[in-house]
């Protein structure tokens, strides 16, 4: 019972996913390449038995490599409207893509083969090259992730720790002075989110209590109007106040801040680590 508590915990794990389209893109390059080499150097599949032009057929199976996992992503994020950004890409959500990419390759790579070498397709063998591929490549695409969300997490946790030691206490007053937005003071801005053409703003009324408003605007425009003020950019959907935040905590995905008056997690992504953690020293 307590293994399966063990692996429930690391499947629920943020999982350190690329952080915009060229990242993705790149990764299925990647792929394809890796593809290509690992069939011209073991040559599985009976591709030993191929005399010439074998350099030239294992470009072909990367090439559907390439072909498949670009269609793969396309109906996931604009057919299913899955979404690789979102904060709850787990490790286990992960895995379940990457099991979908791997018989997707398949596929795509059985109709290569059989088009190549026989000019027709019988679609009796397809379950036998689905399940030679996925018992193939599973394992080591599994392996692989766990230890990158394992490395990842270290990294950020520890991260994390060194901003929380140079951290002081977060003010616990609100100033009603100084520059504002949308005729709020700063100080009582916590956090803006992205909303398409919107953003969310979050911030403490007199009271302390935590209010948002929407208004039409961009976090760049919001951005440019607070420049030199506390507010920063963490991630590509949130603006943070730096001096609300009371702890900083550390996942694969990058980190997460606490903020004084809020118990809404704000994320700190990857590629905006090092530019907060800057200005938070």
């Known amino acids: ?36 080499l690992f069939l011209y150097v073991f040559r599985p599949f009976d591709l030993h038995l191929i005399e010439s032009n074998l350099l030239l057929t294992c470009l072909g199976f990367g090439s559907m490599t390439f072909l498949s996992c670009v269609i793969w992503e396309f109906v996931i994020s604009r057919v299913l409207g899955f979404s690789r950004w979102r904060g709850n890409f787990t490790f ?23 088009l190549t070498f026989f000019g027709y397709i019988l679609w009796e063998y397809l379950p036998q090259m689905m399940i030679s591929t996925f018992a193939l490549g599973v ?61 969310k703003i ?33 991630h590509r959907s949130f603006l943070v106040n730096r001096d609300a935040i009371l702890s900083i905590s550390g996942n694969a995905q990058g980190l997460l801040l606490t903020l004084y008056g809020t118990e809404k997690p704000i994320p700190v992504s990857r590629s905006y680590v090092s530019v907060f953690r800057k200005n938070q020293t």
């Open 139 to 199: 394992f080591p695409v599994v392996v692989i992730g766990g230890l990158a969300l394992i490395q990842q997490e270290k990294k950020y946790q520890h991260i994390a720790g060194e901003i929380n030691v140079q951290n002081g206490t977060p003010p616990t007053h609100l100033q009603t002075e100084g520059p504002t937005i949308f005729s709020i003071p700063m100080s009582q801005v916590r956090y803006v989110e992205a909303l398409q053409n919107y953003v």
């Open 92 to 114: 286990g959500r992960w895995i379940v893509h990457m099991i979908g990419t791997i018989l997707t390759i398949s596929v795509a790579n059985f109709i290569f083969a059989r």
């Open 202 to 234: 979050g911030y403490l009324n007199s009271e302390h209590q935590l209010r948002e408003r929407t208004e039409r605007a961009t976090l760049k425009s919001i951005l440019a109007e607070a420049e030199g003020s506390q507010l920063v950019k963490c």
């Open 1 to 36: 019972m307590r293994l399966l508590n063990k692996i429930g915990q690391l499947l629920n794990k943020p999982f350190p996913v690329e952080e915009n389209t060229a990242g993705v893109f790149r990764t299925i390059v990647y792929v394809s390449l890796f593809i290509t």
